[in-house]
T-cell receptor
Framework: DVKVTQSSRYLVKRTGEKVFLECVQD?????MFWYRQDPGLGLRLIYF???????EKGDIPEGYSVSREKKERFSLILESASTNQTSMYLC??????????????FGSGTRLTVV | RKEVEQDPGPFNVPEGATVAFNCTYS??????FFWYRQDCRKEPKLLMS???SGNEDGRFTAQLNRASQYISLLIRDSKLSDSATYLC????????????FGSGTRLLVRP
């Protein structure tokens, strides 16, 4: 079964900490994405990547950065965590960037709480 | 205005009922359309793509009206297992391949 694995299900971090969220996919997909999901706001795209070492800003990149050193791994970095970054973070990968075919495969999410 | 708008619900229906969800999108250049399903505390999963001619997958029927920028999902003979949140998803424009997710419509199917 194809998978997107996120390293942590729950995380609690302090304000100002640097936070790393890891995502690994085993489907050899070129396209990977980081979203955050908040009640009433839906999923909002933070960053995405179409290839190794390539990254593009999504709709809400402020306060975040990403790293894609290997095809299978896409990391989200919160440079200095703040309470308004408390959210559910979802990583996804896809064969086609526009979501055609089998669509996006999501990881099970990381619920981050910043205190 | 949100790029993708959905009625949040919840829609509370008995087993066996037919229920329809609607979704509107703001970017007339959007090219691809989808419905995803998200169970409580789980990740979203692709339910079906939506084609201009309309398409059906078992009890599920999706329709697209480009002129009105409107997408619908019809579920016939609802099952308890259909209880979930249904997310309307569109690509953000003609040349962009970003997916824009609606906030979702929650469905509760009761016995």
């Amino acid at each position: 079964d194809v998978k997107v694995t996120q390293s942590s299900r729950y995380l609690v971090k302090r304000t100002g900490e640097k936070v790393f969220l890891e995502c690994v996919q085993d489907m050899d997909h070129e396209n990977m994405f980081w979203y955050r999901q908040d009640p009433g706001l839906g999923l909002r795209l933070i960053y995405f990547s179409y290839d190794v070492k390539m990254k593009e800003k999504g709709d809400i990149p402020e306060g975040y950065s990403v790293s894609r050193e290997k095809k299978e791994r896409f990391s989200l970095i919160l440079e200095s965590a703040s309470t308004n970054q408390t959210s559910m973070y979802l990583c996804a990968s896809s064969l086609y960037a526009g979501g055609q075919g089998n669509g996006y495969t999501f990881g099970s999410g990381t619920r981050l709480t910043v205190v | 205005r949100k790029e993708v708008e959905q009625d949040p619900g919840p829609f509370n229906v008995p087993e066996g009922a037919t229920v329809a969800f609607n979704c509107t999108y703001s970017n007339s250049a959007s090219q691809s359309f989808f419905w995803y399903r998200q169970d409580c505390r789980k990740e979203p999963k692709l339910l079906m793509s939506v084609y201009s001619s309309g398409n059906e997958d078992g009890r599920f029927t999706a329709q697209l009206n480009r002129a009105s920028q409107y997408i619908s999902l019809l579920i016939r003979d609802s099952k308890l297992s259909d209880s979930a949140t249904y997310l309307c998803v569109v690509t953000s424009g003609a040349s962009s391949y970003k997916l824009i997710f609606g906030s979702g419509t929650r469905l509760l199917v009761r016995p």
